[in-house]
DNA sequence: CGACACGTTGAGGGCACTCAATAGTGGTGG
DNA sequence: CCACCACTATTGAGTGCCCTCAACGTGTCG
């Protein structure tokens, strides 16, 4: 895979029967040709250890990703958001079952298909780099939060991954929505649902969020959020350190 | 990054001096042509934050790569053994800290350099990606052990994947080497180095390992450490699966 | 309204942590 | 050769955080 040659490149677009001077530029361009599927939620896409015979895109919903152990143990590995690759880690099955947490919309490639739009395109290879990179990030911060962080600092570093997440799609979101069940928190966090329930109540009783329902929450003081989430700093902060969160979250950043 | 011409691969085999008829074909054989490095036990050869300049091939010895948390909390997010790469997940700068263990050869790559080499080869890009791909279903079950797995669970699945491990780069090995310390296991396995030991011994005791002095185990039974690692699906396992299983550790795969 | 799923709250227990003392291990020098 | 030290590992006693088990709310559907 990943070869690429003039020869091979025009034989694709032929194939194809796409105008040789629209080549996509970005993946999500490259999976907006393919049909739209729709997935109820609680329903799944793929599961752990079938022949991993395609990747996805989800351009709508949200996914979980997780493992079940031989006793019924599930662990979350991830929550997959729209803009979002699925499937694309893998050997010659998938590392995970996938299931739709809310009603989701993703379009599919074949596996090889894919491989060989990446391996022709240099615009889109870097771009599915960095993808695995962000993956990778991602899975070494929750190993992170798995090994060491309390109960308290999971549910906070849970809040604010979901909160930068959701900034990075959509608009200015005071309102940070949770679609997936405490359970799906528990499993993803190494908790226990009722871990989970006390843990949030504690975060309201102290004034740093407050429920909107069931599935959504506001933050109302995101520096203490920082904190107890482990990412504060705070007393070793130097002065450039703080102005660098202060130009991440400028509205917010302020001393409570 | 990955961009490719045909331009551009001239002038890198012009600059190298390198026999254009004779391509690496392998990423170790892309490697043994840079020059060997050597870092003593317990020196770093990059830390978390910095500027991302080279990706690493470990020739020789063993290498923790870690992430510390503000307040001194470390967390060993993985071993590097001879013929994986160090520092190729990354952004702009290292997501981890890399250490070696026992004393360690390396050898590098300017990261544009190595980028270069992976774009203008077919043969290299599916090496990397499968290397990839193996670092990310090794996270995976990593968050598993972290999330779900008991003390017991987490140092039985430990002391497996080692043996996998060694299994596969070097001959048949009864003895399992782990020269990392307990403080070394317990930061990868999310618990303390007191825990640690009780279960070393416990295990030792259970006459599932034996010691063969500080740095090293005898497995006495695998099929019983398989089963303490939370792998054991021997209630629930096919007869199919079992045949996997004897086919994987013929010698070791007795009943007991 | 009842059934059901999901979530919250409470009481008690256990596993792993903390703190502390002891025992190996390896290196150095008298 | 052995005393001495620093470091690592083991073992023990007690505590605490989170889990387990259980009951009670809450929301949604028929």
Same sequence: chains 1, 2.
Avoid at 209 to 224: C, E, N, S
Wanted: overall charge neutral; aromatic content about 8%; glycine content about 6%.
């Amino acid at each position: 895979m990943f070869t690429e040659s003039a020869m091979s490149r025009q034989t694709r677009v032929v194939a194809d029967f796409a105008p040789p001077c629209h080549q996509p530029s970005t993946i999500e361009e490259l999976f907006s040709k393919q049909m739209a599927e729709r997935f109820e939620a609680g329903s799944a896409v793929f599961w752990e250890g079938d022949t991993a015979s395609h990747v996805f895109a989800v351009t709508e919903g949200v996914l979980r990703i997780f493992k079940i152990m031989s006793d019924g143990r599930r662990v979350i590995t991830g929550f997959v958001y729209p803009g979002d690759l699925l499937g694309v880690s893998l050997r010659d099955s998938y590392l995970y079952t996938a299931e739709a947490v809310t009603t989701a919309r993703v379009r599919r490639f074949g596996r090889t298909r894919f491989q060989d739009e990446i391996n022709h395109s240099p615009d889109l290879r870097p771009q599915l780099f960095a993808q695995l990179c962000d993956e990778m990030a991602a899975a070494q911060d929750q190993m992170v939060l798995l090994a060491r962080k309390s109960a308290e600092e999971r549910v906070s570093s849970f809040l604010l991954v979901i909160m930068r997440r959701l900034r990075r799609e959509q608009q200015e979101q005071p309102v940070i929505e949770l679609p997936m069940t405490r359970q799906d928190m528990a499993d993803y966090l190494g908790l226990t649902i009722e871990t989970v329930s006390r843990t949030m109540t504690k975060l309201t009783t102290c004034g740093v969020i407050a429920p909107t329902g069931r599935h959504a929450v506001v933050i109302k003081r995101l520096a203490k959020l920082l904190v107890l989430a482990g990412e504060g700093d705070v007393g070793y902060a130097s002065d450039e350190t703080n102005s660098i969160r202060r130009a991440v979250w400028p509205e917010y950043y302020t001393a409570q």
